[in-house]
Nanobody, 126 residues
């Protein structure tokens, strides 16, 4: 059984920073990609960022490029999202996700991910 436990998040003023963490427990038999998705009230869920098994390949949504950084520590089975220069439009519930992959790339779509964290709220005030 695979379990993703998220931590971090909270409330911050515009321009501030937050760091999200996601600890992966259990066994995934093949190399797996990790990603962060988010969903704001009244909006569809969207990908924020993803990283391949090695961490050599990553993707960022245009809205967060240059402000967010995704990283993973495979020795600790932990995924991170460092969020800087936060804006009110970053307010959302953030989800950590994991999915089996070819090990070289990561996916930008929900169907590519099997395991989901519980979600954590990020609120940015102006």
């Amino acid at each position: 059984l695979v379990h993703l436990m998220q931590s971090g998040g909270g409330s911050v003023q515009s321009g501030g920073s937050l760091r999200l963490s996601c600890a992966v427990s259990g066994s995934i038999d093949s190399p797996y990609s990790l990603a962060w998705f988010r969903q704001a009230p009244g909006k569809e869920r969207e990908v924020v960022s993803c990283t391949s098994w090695s961490g050599a390949w990553s993707f960022y949504a245009d809205s967060v490029k240059g402000r967010f950084t995704i990283s993973r520590d495979n020795a600790k089975n932990t995924l991170y999202l460092q969020m800087n220069s936060l804006k009110p439009e970053d307010t959302a519930t953030y989800y950590c996700v994991a999915g089996e992959s070819n090990g070289r790339e990561c996916g930008e779509y929900e169907y590519e991910y099997t395991y989901w964290g519980q979600g954590t709220q990020v609120t940015v005030s102006s």
